[in-house]
Nanobody, 125 residues
Framework: QVQLVESGGGLVQAGGSLRLSCVAS????????LAWFRQGPGKGREFVAA????????DYADDAKGRFTISRDNAKNTVYLQLNSLELEDTAVYYC??????????????????WGQGTQVTVSA
């Protein structure tokens, strides 16, 4: 059974930084595409970033490019999301997701069958 556990969320001022982590168990971690999605207040869940199994490829939503960085450590079964230059609009619950689907589907949440419980990021003025 796949388990994903996020951590690292919290309250931060606009312009600040956070580093989110997601530890996986019950999987052969290096087989999986890993992604971060988020759901802000009153909004649907949206794609943030993804990383391919051997880190050869990454992808970001437009508003994450240049501010967020996704990375993974297969030896530690962990995926990270570094959040820099945070804005009020980044306030959301951030979820990690994992699946073995094709890379072309990386931004489609319906293609992910394994999800964490989420970690809250709140950005204040």
């Amino acid at each position: 059974q796949v388990q994903l556990v996020e951590s690292g969320g919290g309250l931060v001022q606009a312009g600040g930084s956070l580093r989110l982590s997601c530890v996986a168990s019950g999987v052969t971690f290096s087989w999986y595409i890993l992604a971060w999605f988020r759901q802000g207040p009153g909004k649907g869940r949206e794609f943030v970033a993804a990383v391919s199994p051997a880190s050869q490829s990454t992808d970001y939503a437009d508003d994450a490019k240049g501010r967020f960085t996704i990375s993974r450590d297969n030896a530690k079964n962990t995926v990270y999301l570094q959040l820099n230059s945070l804005e009020l609009e980044d306030t959301a619950v951030y979820y990690c997701a994992a699946d073995t689907d094709e890379w072309k589907n990386r931004a489609h949440q319906e293609r992910y069958h394994n999800w964490g419980q989420g970690t809250q990021v709140t950005v204040s003025a």
